[in-house]
T-cell receptor, first 111, second 113 residues
């Protein structure tokens, strides 16, 4: 079974609004990563948060991590139509080489 | 750098046929992985490798074989294709160690009839 589960599965908002996506996972991790996938393309890395970090920012992205609840959230502020994509969390348990992905959240930002 | 490349982009197979999906990276990454993506299922790990000569099974390895003879290449073999293997396949690579980001190829869309 997959490590990460994301919520909601789909999200539709207006341009300028904030979008929040949540990810829950099952086992202990070294770090958690978020990726973006535009329709028909490969995934692109957005941001990585280590298990000893609680919050991280990158431009309009804010990621939080709560290891006690085994959950993470991705906030995209002031969304744009170009943010329309699917977003995936992925967990890395350490030097195993494995990166396990969740099912993803499909975000639609309406102009 | 070309990054991670995959060939072919599209493939149609008949049930029972075999084929190899090619993946190559020019970033000297030790770690490489194969995923399949199906609607509503996200990405599921098929096989992965932590270096030349070392491979291991992921979440859904049945029906697929891999080998890693060089750092650059990580081919995925379907021995006897089944309709259930219709999917989009992504290859990915990353540097070894903790907290490294993964780079993805553009994907191969496979249909098995």
């Amino acid at each position: 079974s997959q490590q990460g589960e994301e919520d909601p599965q789909a999200l539709s908002i207006q341009e300028g609004e904030n979008a929040t996506m949540n990810c829950s996972y099952k086992t202990s991790i070294n770090n958690l990563q978020w990726y973006r996938q535009n329709s028909g393309r490969g995934l692109v890395h957005l941001i990585l948060i280590r298990s000893n970090e609680r919050e991280k920012h990158s431009g309009r992205l804010r990621v939080t991590l709560d290891t006690s609840k085994k959950s993470s959230s991705l906030l995209i502020t002031a969304s744009r139509a170009a943010d329309t994509a699917s977003y995936f969390c992925a967990t890395d348990s350490g030097n195993t080489g494995k990166l396990i992905f969740g099912q993803g959240t499909t975000l639609q930002v309406k102009p | 750098n070309a990054g991670v490349t995959q060939t072919p982009k599209f493939q149609v197979l008949k049930t029972g046929q075999s084929m190899t999906l090619q993946c190559a990276q020019d970033m000297n990454h030790e770690y490489m992985s194969w995923y399949r993506q199906d609607p509503g299922m996200g990405l599921r790990l098929i096989h992965y490798s932590v270096g030349a000569g070392i491979t291991d099974q992921g979440e859904v390895p049945n029906g697929y074989n891999v080998s890693r003879s060089t750092t650059e290449d990580f081919p995925l073999r379907l021995l006897s294709a089944a309709p259930s293997q219709t999917s989009v396949y992504f290859c990915a690579s990353r540097r070894p160690g903790l907290a490294t980001e993964q780079y993805f190829g553009p994907g191969t869309r496979l249909t098995v009839t």
